[in-house]
């Protein structure tokens, strides 16, 4: 379970996210952070990383296994468990990190709340399958009692809201920086002041140094410059509108 969650973490410092703490849970120990923000390729990209890691394990008990097979004994419990990790992982459900990816990739094409509804359609159908899985298995004679407590947690986790989805950038502006000595491109976002956080955020990535302009009709509303930019990916409420990020941040408007 560390070493699944430390490689969440790893990805998402490497990323530019923050993280506060780890937990155990009902599915093992679960990084949280102060999520608002991660869309699209990152989520996918953080999502990945704790069973890619199970995997590598996985391979390289494999690979010592060819050169010192006397160990084989002594580690193929530890090889199986990261494989069931990896693959339980992996299943198209929520809050699994499987889950997580569907609505990465899918978040490039369709909004996240549509992209989280089919994965919590998609938990529904797996939730109850295992739980069936169960039912048979008691027909049957066969003990699957932890089949059965692992669909109640799939269950319960179409319960869990998505306050909790993403991470929130560490200091955009610190990046910024950093890149600006090398030598940066620079882009100009343009939104109506209608447009949220969350939507901003998914026009971003860390390989540009970015402003905003921000509309109303056919008037420049607000110009924000990447300082901005990071005082509202990190203190607002990823649905506030930019209008109201400019009204109650005070940044300088134009009018």
């Not at 009692?145 to 200091?171: C, E, P, T």
């Not at 026009?203 to 110009?223: C, H, P, Q």
Request: hydrophobic share 50%; aromatic share 12%.
């Amino acid at each position: 379970m560390l070493l699944h969650e430390i490689s969440h973490y790893l990805v998402a410092r490497k990323l530019k996210y923050k993280c506060a703490e780890m937990q155990i849970s009902a599915f093992g120990a679960v990084l949280y952070g102060d999520f608002s923000q991660a869309v699209g390729k990152d989520l996918a990209l953080i999502a990945m990383a704790g069973p890619l890691a199970n995997v590598v394990v996985c391979a390289s008990c494999a690979s010592v296994w060819w050169f010192f097979p006397e160990i084989y004994g002594w580690t193929l419990d530890f090889c199986e468990a990261n494989l069931a990790m990896a693959l339980t992982n992996l299943l198209p459900a929520y809050p699994l990190d499987g889950g997580r990816i569907v609505i990465g990739v899918l978040g490039k094409r369709f909004s996240y709340e549509k992209c989280l509804k089919s994965v919590k359609n998609a938990t529904a159908i797996i939730a109850s399958a295992l739980f069936a899985l169960f039912l048979i298995g008691l027909a049957v004679g066969t003990n699957l009692f932890s089949v059965a407590v692992f669909a109640v947690f799939l269950a319960s986790g179409m319960l869990v809201g998505d306050v909790q989805r993403s991470y929130v950038k560490i200091s955009y502006a610190e990046m910024a920086r950093t890149k600006a000595e090398r030598g940066v491109e620079k882009k100009t976002l343009v939104f109506t002041q209608n447009a949220t956080v969350a939507q901003v955020a998914k026009k971003m990535t860390g390989n540009f140094l970015y402003e905003i302009e921000v509309w109303n009709g056919d008037r420049l509303f607000a110009s924000i410059n990447f300082f901005e930019i990071e005082e509202i990916l990190t203190y607002s409420p990823s649905n506030q509108t930019l209008g109201e990020c400019v009204k109650n941040r005070r940044l300088s408007s134009k009018r």
